[in-house]
């Protein structure tokens, strides 16, 4: 599996925006970029995934490097809630498997 | 609530007892998946349904470890003899399609 990395911690004020950075320089070109997030004591949530072009959702936006080897989710204005575990995982086309590594633990200061 | 349900939600048992997860993924999710979770880790993935066909099995899923989906709805995990590596969190979660995985809140096993 292609693998990705992360920081292991991000601190971010309240109602600042958050950039979480993902390297994943052996991508292939079938790959798709998901991140998920995992609240304490919960199962991951889907956040947003994409394959090419920038995407945005009601949760956050993905911005995609032009050669695809890193990816950045923004949260653009952080809430308390949204202090967990975020993973961005490689999806090769056609799978349906996700192999999570250790993801980035974001802190959110009031 | 029409999320992925698991029960139970805690599971204490001794080392060497059989124990069994439901999993009762979203109403006409075809695709349905067991992963475990270990502390500090991510989750990692054990096997995956399609409708009720059992189509991929994990090495980590030892001949201990049995999942069935019958009729393709609702979902079971059954460990027999656990041991205490088996203590993690059990996660399942559905899908309609490849892109999204819905999870349930997973079920917490802890093998004394």
């Known amino acids: 599996d292609a693998k990705t990395t992360q920081p292991n911690s991000m601190e971010s004020n309240e109602e600042e925006p958050v950039h979480l950075p993902c390297n994943h320089s052996?991508?292939?070109?079938?790959?798709?970029i998901h991140w998920y997030r995992q609240l304490p004591s919960q199962g991951p949530e889907y956040v947003i995934h994409g394959l090419t072009s920038n995407v945005n959702n009601r949760m956050a936006s993905l911005a995609i490097a032009e050669d695809r080897k890193s990816s950045t989710l923004i949260l653009h204005r952080a809430t308390l809630r949204d202090a967990a575990v975020y993973y961005c995982i490689l999806r090769v086309a056609n799978d349906y498997k996700l192999s999570f590594g250790a993801g980035t633990t974001v802190t959110v200061r009031a | 609530d029409t999320g992925v349900s698991q029960n139970p939600r805690h599971k204490i048992t001794k080392r060497g007892q059989n124990v069994t997860f439901r999993c009762d993924p979203i109403?006409?999710?075809?695709?349905l998946y067991w992963y475990r979770q270990t502390l500090g880790q991510g989750p990692e993935f054990l096997t995956y349904f399609q409708n009720e066909a059992q189509l991929e099995k994990s090495r980590l899923l030892s001949d201990r470890f049995s999942a069935e989906r019958p009729k393709g709805s609702f979902s079971t995990l059954e460990i027999q003899r656990t041991e205490q590596g088996d203590s993690a969190m059990y996660l399942c979660?559905?899908?309609?399609?490849?892109?999204?995985?819905?999870f349930g809140p997973g079920t917490r096993l802890l093998v004394l």
């Open positions: 979660a559905s899908s309609p399609r490849l892109e999204t995985q819905y």
């Open positions: 052996t991508i292939s070109g079938t790959d798709y």
């Open positions: 109403s006409e999710h075809n695709r």
